[in-house]
Nanobody, 110 residues
Framework: VQLVESGGGLVQPGGSLRLSCVAS????????MVWARQAPGKGLERVSR???????YYADSVKGRFTISRDNAKNMLYLQMNGLKIEDTAVYYC?????RGQGTQVTVSS
C-alpha cells in the first residue's frame, strides 16, 4: 500500500487549502480513509474519516471548516480546508489500515 499526500503549503489565517492523497496497492473503494495531523511537539490527531460507504466524521476542532471527500474511480482522497487557523498548522497524513503517507506540511501564519 502506498499513500502520497500533496497540496500543503503556507497560508494566512482565514485562507483555504485542498489536500489530496493518491492511494495504490489496495482496493481503494473498500477502505475507510482518514486524515490525521501532527503539530510540532504533539501527538497524532485524527481530523476526519470517510467510510467506504461515504459516511463522514470530523473532529470538533475542524467541524464546519473542513470537508473530506473521495473519488473511488481515481483512488483519491481529499480534504478541503477553509477558514484555516494558526492552530491548524501541522503535518497532515493520509491513513488507511495500518499505512500512512509521508505527510504534507500545512502552515497557517500571518
Amino acid at each position: 500500500v502506498q499513500l502520497v499526500e500533496s497540496g500543503g503549503g503556507l497560508v494566512q489565517p482565514g485562507g483555504s487549502l485542498r489536500l489530496s492523497c493518491v492511494a495504490s496497492g489496495l482496493i481503494f473503494a473498500n477502505n475507510d480513509m482518514v486524515w490525521a495531523r501532527q503539530a510540532p511537539g504533539k501527538g497524532l490527531e485524527r481530523v476526519s474519516r470517510i467510510t467506504s460507504a461515504g459516511m463522514t466524521y470530523y473532529a470538533d476542532s475542524v467541524k464546519g471548516r473542513f470537508t473530506i471527500s473521495r473519488d473511488n474511480a481515481k483512488n483519491m482522497l481529499y480534504l478541503q480546508m477553509n477558514g484555516l487557523k494558526i492552530e491548524d498548522t501541522a503535518v497532515y497524513y493520509c491513513i488507511t489500515q495500518a499505512h500512512r503517507g509521508q505527510g504534507t506540511q500545512v502552515t497557517v501564519s500571518s
